[in-house]
């Protein structure tokens, strides 16, 4: 009887513990599953929260350094915030399904690289009755957030424990994460590095080399990028005009926000938007899963 009681005794201090785990702090930004994709070739993406990225085809890739990783059926990819990389497709149409995701500060730094899962791990226990199930869940916004959030929590759980830095690794510069962020906030408007030097209390020439040796560019190339792929999110996310997404990206006027989003994608924002929707205005509600968004900069990441 007394060793009953013993064992007794654990179980209820283990479930005591199970009982007062806290969940991890992941919110979802954006979602979406495009068909028909033929233009994605960005010569640098970084952004402060995670991406999740799915093709149902082959025909694209990410370059991350000189590693060149190929979006295939069989594969998903988890790539942490502040990760520079590229993107590159040919000329063949192919379907991609991505989520823009956030982890609070309960959740352990990363090495900035991507990781590569196999697809039936991460959209158990077939991708394609996931998809069907996004699709036919759209409407109903509990059903699709549990699918969503169930993804993301398969891919965090399988981030390799050498993934994670230790305590005595090197982090993110603190200053450049709090540049980082101010920047990611202030979009709309795009501050110089004089202001943003202000809010860090850095002198400038520290400030773009210590960015430079972080993120691998200057502040305001990250800057210019960061403003481009917002503008593609309007462009393919909400009924806003070229005109307004150039105000609510802080450029000038049409033109130079056009100027701009070739110099950068080789492609004509009207051009850009008539390739990914592929169908009639009429059509657009429909045709997208995700859900439309206002004209708002993307919540700042918790930097690692």
Known sequence: MAQIGKNMS???KSTYYILNLEPPDVKILQYNYFHGVTSWNYPVLS???WYLWHNDESGACLIYEKQTIELLPDRTLLIPPNTIFST????RPFDQFYIHFTTGESFPAVRRAPLVFP????????PKEFFYDVMHHAENRLQLSMRLYEVLFR?????????????????????IVRAVQFM????GRAPGNREICSRIRMSENNFIRVFRKEMGISPQHYLLMRRIEWSRNLLLNSTLS????AECTGFSDRYHFSKMFKYVTHCSPAAYRRQTMRISPSDEKSRS????????????????
Not at 242 to 245: A, G, K, P, R
């Open 88 to 91: 590159r497709s040919g000329a």
């Open 184 to 187: 990611n906030g202030s979009l």
């Open 155 to 175: 891919a965090l759980a399988q981030i390799p424990e050498e993934w994670f830095l230790s305590g005595t690794e090197k982090k993110m510069d603190d200053r």
């Open 289 to 304: 899963t995700s859900h439309k968004l206002r004209c708002r900069n993307l919540p700042t990441a918790h930097s690692p």
């Open 10 to 12: 654990n179980i209820t």
């Open 119 to 126: 697809a039936e791990s991460i959209f158990s226990p077939d």
């Open 242 to 245: 070229i005109e307004e997404i």
């Open 47 to 49: 952004s402060p929260f």
